[in-house]
T-cell receptor, first 111, second 113 residues
Framework: EDKVVQSPLSLVVHEGDTVTLNCSYE??????LLWYKQEKKAPTFLFML????IEKKSGRLSSILDKKELFSILNITATQTGDSAVYLC???????????FGTGTRLKVLA | DAGITQSPRYKITETGRQVTLMCHQT?????MFWYRQDLGHGLRLIYY???????DKGEVPDGYVVSRSKTENFPLTLESATRSQTSVYFC????????????FGSGTQLSVL
């Protein structure tokens, strides 16, 4: 059975801290891995990763994929209170073209 | 406006009633999905559709019915609502031909009393 596991489940940090969120997966027919941010409404897209070892970066956020060890990390540096959200990891599969989500990591950034 | 829209935003119903949640997208994306989101479970796939008239079950399809007679619409029907179907429902779409991003509607919060 395909599955995506995220850790930690929740995290509380102070502004300015750096956090690393983890996503591991076991799926057949891997196509891509996506990260989303969800703040009390619909998830919004952050990154899509398809190749190992190539870092994607957007401001203070970055992500990398390891297809050999079947995991990805999402890093947020110099956290701000606006980073407080649930971060979702999803794996897209080929063949059936499904997106399988992990349960998410709830991040709270304290001022 | 272009995008993916869901209706209603909020719905309260009683057990045993039939409820239909609507989803409409204006991008002509081929793939559309229905997810439910519950605490501790994340987003779970209910049904998905690869094109008009092609649908398939996801992880938690029991008690739900979908149809896709037109590319832009993908309604989800709860045939006889149960309390366990109280959840937030998200419709999503993607165009795997050009971009693999999944775009979400704003969600429907459904309460079954």
């Amino acid at each position: 059975e395909d599955k995506v596991v995220q850790s930690p489940l929740s995290l509380v940090v102070h502004e300015g801290d750096t956090v690393t969120l983890n996503c591991s997966y076991e799926v057949t027919n891997f196509r891509s891995l996506l990260w989303y941010k969800q703040e009390k409404k619909a998830p919004t897209f952050l990154f899509m990763l398809t190749s190992s070892g190539i870092e994607k970066k957007s401001g203070r956020l970055s992500s990398i994929l390891d297809k050999k060890e079947l995991f990805s990390i999402l890093n947020i540096t110099a956290t701000q209170t606006g980073d407080s959200a649930v971060y979702l990891c999803a794996v897209a599969t080929s063949g059936t073209y499904k997106y399988i989500f992990g349960t998410g990591t709830r991040l709270k950034v304290l001022a | 406006d272009a995008g993916i829209t869901q209706s209603p935003r909020y719905k309260i119903t009683e057990t045993g009633r039939q409820v239909t949640l609507m989803c409409h997208q204006t991008w002509s994306h081929s793939y559309m999905f229905w997810y439910r989101q519950d605490l501790g479970h994340g987003l779970r796939l209910i049904y998905y559709s690869a094109a008009a008239d092609i649908t398939d079950k996801g992880e938690v399809p029991d008690g739900y019915v979908v149809s896709r007679s037109k590319t832009e619409n993908f309604p989800l029907t709860l045939e006889s609502a149960t309390r366990s179907q109280t959840s937030v429902y998200f419709c999503a779409s993607s165009d795997t031909g050009s971009s693999e991003k999944l775009f979400f509607g704003s969600g429907t919060q459904l309460s079954v009393l």
